[in-house]
């Protein structure tokens, strides 16, 4: 293991900091209004890129819901920090479908272009992978339906997804370890982008 491995039950607490972050300073007290969505993406922004300097180099694959979370996060606060309205709008427009959507891109991107896939997961044969992987973006595009049914609920067009979708990728790696080893969720040497490996 990497002398700076963090370890395990650290590395699932850091990873949905940012967005537990953004979530809890943009709605503390009800619907935030301009100001403090500013101010939420930006704060929340800041500690997507401290995270992805803690995560990526670890030897185990970051979660790709979270970096997809990141993702959307970083881009929401590049645009603020730009002025980029236009970006802004196009996000309000898709209001907790955004981050779906993207989940959904780095899903289809990792599961074809990934030795770990979509589950992160660099044990199992690739075809295995591969399988849970296709499960993990089917689920991806049900949330993101949901989020454009239950439009404007927190709770059930963002919330309640995600922490399915989360579940669902401990399962489907649980599952992977089961069947393979339990180094079904390890990558197998550390290097600097593992985290997108």
């Known amino acids: ?29 009800g619907a935030p209004d301009d100001a403090r969505w500013q101010q939420a993406f930006q704060l929340a922004s800041v500690a997507a890129l ?6 990526l180099p670890q030897r185990r694959p970051a ?6 979370a990141n993702v959307y996060l970083l881009l929401g606060g590049l645009a603020f ?21 993207i989940m959904l891109a780095v899903g289809v991107a990792t599961t074809i272009g990934s030795r770990a ?3 992160a997961a660099c044990a199992p044969p690739r075809r295995a992978v591969v399988r849970a992987s296709v499960w993990l973006v089917a689920a991806t595009a049900v ?3 949901m989020s454009v049914a239950y439009r404007g609920d927190r709770y059930l067009a963002a919330v309640y997804p995600i922490i399915g979708l989360a579940i669902l990728q401990r399962v ?10 339990p180094a079904a969720n390890d990558s197998p040497k550390p290097t600097p982008l593992r985290g997108a490996a």
């Not at 293991?1 to 007290?29: D, E, G, T």
């Not at 920090?81 to 209001?95: E, I, K, P, T, V």
């Not at 489907?172 to 080893?181: I, P, S, T, W």
């Open 172 to 181: 489907l790696v649980h599952r992977l370890g089961r069947l393979y080893g």
């Open 63 to 68: 979660s790709r819901l979270v970096l997809a």
């Open 117 to 119: 896939g979509f589950v």
């Open 81 to 101: 920090f730009a002025h980029q309205w236009w970006f802004l709008q196009l996000y309000d427009s898709l209001r907790e479908s955004a981050i779906f959507i």
């Open 1 to 29: 293991m990497s002398s700076a491995a963090v370890p395990r039950w650290i590395f699932a607490l850091i990873q949905f900091l940012p967005l537990s972050l953004f979530a809890s300073y943009a709605f503390w007290h």
């Open 50 to 55: 401290v995270q992805l300097a803690i995560v």
């Open 143 to 145: 949330a993101l339906v």
